[in-house]
T-cell receptor, first 111, second 110 residues
Framework: KQEVTQIPAALSVPEGENLVLNCSFT??????LQWFRQDPGKGLTSLLL?????REQTSGRLNASLDKSSGRSTLYIAASQPGDSATYLC??????????FGAGTRLTVKP | DAGITQSPRHKVTETGTPVTLRCHQT?????MYWYRQDPGHGLRLIHY???????DKGEVSDGYSVSRSKTEDFLLTLESATSSQTSVYFC?????????FGSGTRLTVV
């Protein structure tokens, strides 16, 4: 059974700092990995999707990397802003469509 | 976003009563999913559907049933609600480019 772990559970940084969120998974036989953002009381917003054959994806200030062999993905946020404060979730999808989520990292960016 | 709407957005119900949550999509996607989100557990799959009348169980399916009589609608039913089913419920579709989620239904069972 795939297990997805996100460390740290919470992170607080000053505005302008570059930061990295970590996601690890136990089974490297994945179809893709997706990073989401969730604001309090809201649904999940997709940020980046990395297919199993890809190493990274970029969108604006966000860059996600994938290392299947080591079971790891990172989400890099450049020049963080208070508006980036949210919970970030990673989810790993298997070939059979089974999708497993990490518990998330709650990010606070202080002005 | 991708035309997913969930209803109701909030509901309070009494223990032992049946409850049905609705997920509606406008884009004809084949796969639809119901998740629940609880503190300390993250998102867990309840049931999913891979077509009209085709459904299967997820990780936490006990106490829940689903139906999909039309491509656009996926219903989640709590046959007899219990306090342990107090949660936030999310519907999702697999849009090919990744999963897209609805805004959620906050259900409280008292």
């Amino acid at each position: 059974k795939q297990e997805v772990t996100q460390i740290p559970a919470a992170l607080s940084v000053p505005e302008g700092e570059n930061l990295v969120l970590n996601c690890s998974f136990t089974d490297s036989a994945i179809y893709n990995l997706q990073w989401f953002r969730q604001d309090p009381g809201k649904g999940l917003t997709s940020l980046l999707l990395i297919q199993s054959s890809q190493r990274e994806q970029t969108s604006g200030r966000l860059n996600a990397s994938l290392d299947k062999s080591s079971g790891r993905s990172t989400l890099y946020i450049a020049a963080s802003q208070p508006g980036d404060s949210a919970t970030y979730l990673c989810a790993v999808r298997a070939e059979n469509n089974d999708m497993r989520f990490g518990a998330g990292t709650r990010l606070t960016v202080k002005p | 976003d991708a035309g997913i709407t969930q209803s109701p957005r909030h509901k309070v119900t009494e223990t032992g009563t049946p409850v049905t949550l609705r997920c509606h999509q406008t884009e004809n996607h084949r796969y639809m999913y119901w998740y629940r989100q609880d503190p300390g557990h993250g998102l867990r799959l309840i049931h999913y559907s891979y077509g009209v009348k085709d459904t299967d169980k997820g990780e936490v399916s006990d106490g829940y049933s689903v139906s999909r009589s039309k491509t656009e609608d996926f219903l989640l039913t709590l046959e007899s609600a219990t306090s342990s089913q107090t949660s936030v419920y999310f519907c999702a579709i697999n849009a090919g480019s990744g999963y897209t989620f609805g805004s959620g239904t906050r259900l409280t069972v008292v």
